[in-house]
T-cell receptor, first 116, second 118 residues
Framework: AQSVTQPDIHITVSEGASLELRCNYS??????LFWYVQSPGQGLQLLLK??????LVQGIKGFEAEFKRSQSSFNLRKPSVHWSDAAEYFC??????????????FGKGTHLIIQP | GAVVSQHPSWVICKSGTSVKIECRSL??????MFWYRQFPKQSLMLMAT?????????EQGVEKDKFLINHASLTLSTLTVTSAHPEDSSFYIC??????????????FGPGTRLTVL
């Protein structure tokens, strides 16, 4: 069975500092990988996704993530965070064979706090 | 584009009553809709997958008689929590995707519905 681990429940970062959120997955092959952000009262918003190809993926809002097959990781990064980045971040995996017909498996989320 | 709405955004009901939550794709036709449940400070757990015009497929451990899912049209899916109890209190989130010529069809998520059962 596939699973996603986000080791950090909370992370506090100063505004303007760099950010890295960790995500490790367990899957039989290379899954499709996603990062979502959830703000209060908002739906999950897709930040970026990895299907294949270049292992460094650029997303919206200045985020990027790097797929490392050897470490089964897909960590999310941002060089300089803004106060508006404070939110809950979820890593998720999907099955390539499902073509999108299967639901996603989510990690437990990392709550990002931005200090002024 | 690709907006998914849910109604209501929050609902409070008495134990033993039933509650219906609607999920609508506003600007696309959703051939597949998914229902997730999110406990406080927890991850989203997939409850069921529904394809338009067919019965929903439930994940292991999800009671199909308690969580009734109907996907009668390409833009609407409903989740009915029957005979709700306090342990059913949770945040319910739907997502929708559509078949296309792409290798993978992205899910678009609704804002969620907060259910509180007294």
């Amino acid at each position: 069975a596939q699973s996603v681990t986000q080791p950090d429940i909370h992370i506090t970062v100063s505004e303007g500092a760099s950010l890295e959120l960790r995500c490790n997955y367990s899957y039989g092959a290379t899954p499709y990988l996603f990062w979502y952000v959830q703000s209060p009262g908002q739906g999950l918003q897709l930040l970026l996704k990895y299907f294949s190809g270049d292992t460094l993926v650029q997303g919206i809002k200045g985020f990027e993530a790097e797929f490392k097959r050897s470490q089964s990781s897909f960590n999310l990064r941002k060089p300089s965070v803004h106060w508006s980045d404070a939110a809950e971040y979820f890593c998720a995996v999907g099955s390539p064979s499902g073509g999108g017909a299967d639901g996603l498996t989510f990690g437990k989320g990392t709550h990002l706090i931005i200090q002024p | 584009g690709a907006v998914v709405s849910q109604h209501p955004s929050w609902v409070i009901c008495k134990s033993g009553t039933s509650v219906k939550i609607e999920c609508r794709s506003l600007d696309f036709q959703a051939t597949t809709m998914f229902w997730y449940r999110q406990f406080p400070k927890q991850s989203l757990m997939l409850m069921a997958t529904s394809n338009e015009g067919s019965k929903a497929t439930y994940e292991q451990g999800v009671e199909k008689d308690k969580f009734l899912i109907n996907h009668a049209s390409l833009t609407l899916s409903t989740l009915t929590v029957t005979s709700a109890h306090p342990e059913d209190s949770s945040f319910y989130i739907c997502s929708a995707s559509t078949y296309g010529d792409r290798a993978y069809n992205e899910q678009f998520f609704g804002p969620g519905t907060r259910l509180t059962v007294l």
